[in-house]
């Protein structure tokens, strides 16, 4: 798309010329106001090649404004984020996207990781990092807020989680077309974590599609792409009520109302695809790939199923009830925010396990563990509670399961939400492995530990790895091995063995102590996976 920036900034300097040969005065007056018109033309070339090569970069923001004005008008979209813009001043990532910076140019920024594009090998298991998405350290997404790092000599699965705080210093470049950053794994680093900015939302999907053309047996792009495409390129938007228009564009590609095409980038949905299948939302990144304007979701809660659609089927009584409840995915998000009511019948369709397995004492032996939705961030993890029975556990960390069984909440003062047998009675196994296991369990995510205490935040956190740093004991272990740390955090040998901690004493530190964040017993509480995960000072 940078093709069209560059044939009319070749224009544009043709009528500067011209216009400047006629003596008129208020030539450059006129000109910065018919820039803004083309911006609202052309998504978003006119302003930035213009204020770059004119030396007019203090009238950039004021132009950047009135062009805004105007798309509002026209697109009803770029008004919604424009007012976080008036509080939230723009960064390197903008003034790239805005054409702002020369291709080749090297460019140093903080941001914050919101979608990572994986390497996978011939059994789509995640090998590598190939790239990121990362945004501007801001509220909300807006227009050129957004753009992809990549990698050149990849990264570590592990070694970056949405959310993650970054430092970039790289070569901006374009490569075909769609604007990134190339960088090499050390000049990325990484700072803390930051919050995800909240989802642009664009009322008019057609705004920032491509539609595609069947030609022959395939489907192709065509060149009619959104007026506001260039602007989301690489941000994270979201679409609300739209339903599935075509269910196969080839290539793992699908398309929903507006014309606009979801790619599996980052994410497959294995949901299944009928014409008419309705959405309350999607979300995720707007990418430009082979030649295509799509909108990439990141993870299973990116796409939220219109529960009106469960209704509308189940007219005919009983199914409604029952048979609209397991055909319906469940998400872990949906579990963590109380979405779901309790004992309610569930399916959750693709969990990965994170983490080792508790055993239960009685007969039969049961075992409790962790699942997540493959992807480090808020509402990412939940318990499995004693789904599992026999005389030794049969998953590993990695491996990819559905699970039927029942939602639960423990009545306490910290809601636990968690997937269970109905009625917390262990039944017939209700776990399966998929055949696509196994995979990468996603990077702790780092948390201050005065957060873990804050009751607001549990359930952003609740069943996911966290990281805390620079910490101390308060009270030594108890003989279940648990002990408590200076802010009141539990620490517990959930999954280790209690005499490993035989050593610790009142006032013993640690650089950092990573494990699953659980409400246990009542208190906000961290489990260890292995006793490597307590770095002692």
Not at 64 to 73: A, D, E, K, Q
Not at 260 to 279: I, N, P, Q, S, T
Not at 490 to 497: K, P, S
Request: glycine share 12%.
């Amino acid at each position: 798309m940078k093709k069209i920036k560059s044939l009319l900034l070749i224009s544009f300097l043709f009528l500067l010329v011209a216009a400047a040969g006629c003596n008129t005065t208020s030539t450059n007056n006129n000109g910065d106001t018919g820039n803004t018109g083309n911006t609202g033309d052309t998504g978003n070339t006119g302003d930035t090649g213009d204020t770059g090569n004119t030396g007019d970069t203090g009238d950039t923001g004021n132009t950047g404004n009135t062009g805004n004005t105007g798309n509002t008008g026209n697109t009803g979209n770029t008004g919604n984020t424009g007012n976080t813009g008036d509080t939230e001043p723009e960064g390197e990532i903008s003034k790239i996207q805005k054409g702002e910076v020369p291709l080749e140019t090297e460019v140093t920024f903080e941001a914050v990781v919101v979608g990572i594009v994986y390497n996978q090998d011939d059994q789509f298991n995640n090998t590598n990092i190939k790239g990121m998405y990362v945004s501007e350290l801001i509220t909300t997404a807006r227009p050129y807020s957004g753009i992809f790092v990549f990698v050149k000599d990849t990264a570590e699965v592990d070694a970056f989680a949405i959310g993650d705080k970054i430092s970039v210093k790289g070569l901006y470049k374009e490569y075909y077309e769609n604007s990134q950053v190339e960088v090499q794994s050390d000049d990325l680093s990484k700072l803390g974590t930051a919050n995800v900015p909240n989802p642009a939302e664009i009322d008019d999907p057609s705004t920032v599609a491509t539609p595609f053309e069947q030609s022959g047996t395939e489907w192709v792009p065509t060149e009619n792409h959104g007026a506001d495409g260039e602007k989301y390129e690489g941000v994270f938007i979201k679409v609300s009520d739209v339903e599935i228009t075509n269910t196969n564009l080839g290539h793992g590609a699908w398309e929903i109302t507006g014309n606009l095409a979801v790619d599996k980038e980052m994410f497959y949905w294995e949901g299944k695809r009928e014409v008419g299948k309705a959405f309350t939302y999607i979300q995720g990144i707007l990418t430009f790939t082979y030649d295509a304007f799509k909108l990439a979701p990141r993870m299973e809660s990116d796409l939220v199923e219109d529960s009106g659609d469960t209704g509308d089927t189940g007219d005919s009584g009983n199914t409604g009830n029952t048979g609209n409840t397991g055909d319906t995915a469940t998400t872990i998000p949906e579990i963590q925010q109380g979405n779901v009511t309790d004992k309610a019948a569930i399916t959750v369709d693709k969990v990965m396990v994170i983490s080792p397995a508790h055993k239960h004492s009685g007969s039969p032996t049961t075992w409790t563990f962790f699942v997540g939705t493959g992807t480090a961030g808020d509402y990412s993890g939940a318990m499995v509670y004693k789904m599992v029975e026999g005389s030794t556990f049969p998953y590993a960390e990695g491996d990819w399961l559905k699970i039927t069984g029942a939602a639960g909440v423990y009545e306490t003062s910290f809601d636990h939400y968690q997937i269970q047998n109905a009625g917390q009675e262990v039944g017939p196994n209700e776990v399966t492995k998929l055949a696509d296991s196994a995979g990468t369990p996603p990077a702790a995510v780092t948390v201050s530990a005065v957060d873990l205490m804050d009751k607001a935040k549990h359930a952003k956190y609740r069943g996911s790895l966290v990281k805390i740093e620079d910490v101390k004991i308060k009270t030594a272990p108890d003989s279940y091995g648990n002990f408590i740390l200076e802010n009141d955090l539990q620490v517990t040998a959930y999954f280790t063995n209690k005499n490993d901690y035989s050593t610790y004493t009142v006032g013993t530190e640690f650089t950092s102590i990573t494990g699953i964040f659980d409400v246990h017993f009542d208190v906000p509480t961290v489990h260890p996976k292995v006793i490597g995960n307590l770095v002692k000072k």
